[in-house]
């Protein structure tokens, strides 16, 4: 098989991958509305399904139409950083539990989680690493550095919409003793 071929399924694995967290969000947001779920940030989420969706088109698209090289000393510890995303992706998921979502939503009365990643308090939005890592190596993989570098910026200055979004979001829950808020 080609490295192509296997660009294409790992690409359709991260694919299946977002799949499966969307229909996770689904069910954590029916949840946390069910509880008096307040969603904030509607307005920056759709430019968010954007830019995920145009990674994977753009890294497929790249690959195929620049013709992009699979370069094993790139693209070996590309996909590695790819893998390890992923697994703080999945960390942060579990650790929020029901609490995790694609939107921001806050449900009253229930304390800011302060586990897992969470815990780490010089880093407080490790989700976001993961998704930063992640649009930044998949592509690498199979050497699509323009696509790279667009979802880098463009990812960039939609963190920044985001953060905020959810900080002030957050900042409605209960502070944790012995923290400043984030």
């Given amino acids: 098989m080609s490295s192509t ?35 904030s940030g509607r307005g920056h989420y759709p430019w968010m399904v954007l830019l995920h969706t145009g990674l994977l088109a753009g890294c497929l698209a790249e690959v195929y139409l620049a013709d992009r090289p699979f370069l094993p000393a790139l693209g070996w510890p590309m996909l590695a950083l790819v893998v390890a995303a992923q697994g703080l992706r999945w960390w942060c998921i579990t650790t929020l539990g029901r609490q995790w979502n694609t939107q921001v939503v806050v449900v009253p009365g229930l304390p800011r989680v302060t586990g897992g990643p969470y815990r780490l308090s010089w880093l407080p939005h490790p989700n976001y690493v993961a998704v930063a890592a992640e649009g930044f190596a998949l592509p690498l993989v199979h050497s699509a550095w323009i696509t790279a570098v667009i979802f880098t910026v463009c990812n960039a200055a939609l963190m920044v919409v985001r953060i905020r979004c959810e900080d002030a979001a957050l900042a409605s829950l209960a502070p944790v003793p012995g923290r400043s808020p984030a």
């Avoid at 071929?5 to 946390?32: G, K, P, Q, T």
Wanted: aromatic share 8%.
């Fill in 5 to 39: 071929s296997w660009y294409l399924v790992l690409v359709l694995l991260v694919a299946v991958e977002r799949l499966a967290e969307l229909v996770l969000a689904r069910r954590n947001m029916s949840w946390s509305l069910a509880h008096g779920g307040v969603v």
